[in-house]
């Protein structure tokens, strides 16, 4: 299936499952919306995991990662997917994820999972907003010495998100905007 095509197909499935209409909620960023995406329910769906992966996974071939990984929750399921997708090719990614605040017993990590040291990664997020989980993702991956070559969402909400990224000198691709969902 092209890719537009399996955009096509993600765009009808978090307007399904995922877009929620008509009641202003608050966002992770404190501002409020009239529309709000739950792309949960859509990363942890079949078809949405696999969706995401393959997309993301196609955007991927354009850039050399060691793994890729992202603040818990919303990076959580995408990761997890494009980890296990990947083992199917020729370049298997390893997933971790970031933690809110480091374990207080154990290693007391805040990275979870595979992660090295000088590592090429690729931060991932369900929904940007202003960008403010990607950056804090970005900044503990950057603290334990590896290097952030893309920021990447779902569903950028062009709410200042891209731009926020982008000033702080981070590549940022989102597979579908808040207009795609909104329009047609």
Known sequence: MSIEKLKEELKQLLRQKSLI?????????????????????????????RLVASLILEVLRNYEIDAIGGFTLGADPIVAAVAALSAETERPLPAFIVRKEPKKHGERKLIEGPFERGWRVCIVDDV?????????????????????????????????????????????????????LLKD
């Open 21 to 49: 209409t008509g009641v202003e909620r608050v966002l992770t960023s404190g501002r409020t919306s009239h529309y709000y995406i739950d792309a949960k329910m859509t990363t942890l769906d079949p078809r949405g995991a």
């Open 128 to 180: 940007v907003t202003t960008g403010g989980s990607t950056l804090k993702a970005c900044q503990a991956v950057e603290e334990e010495g590896g290097e952030v070559v893309l920021t990447l969402a779902i569903v950028d909400r062009q709410e200042g998100g891209r731009e926020n990224l982008e000033a702080r000198g981070y590549t940022f691709v989102s597979l579908l905007t808040r207009d795609d």
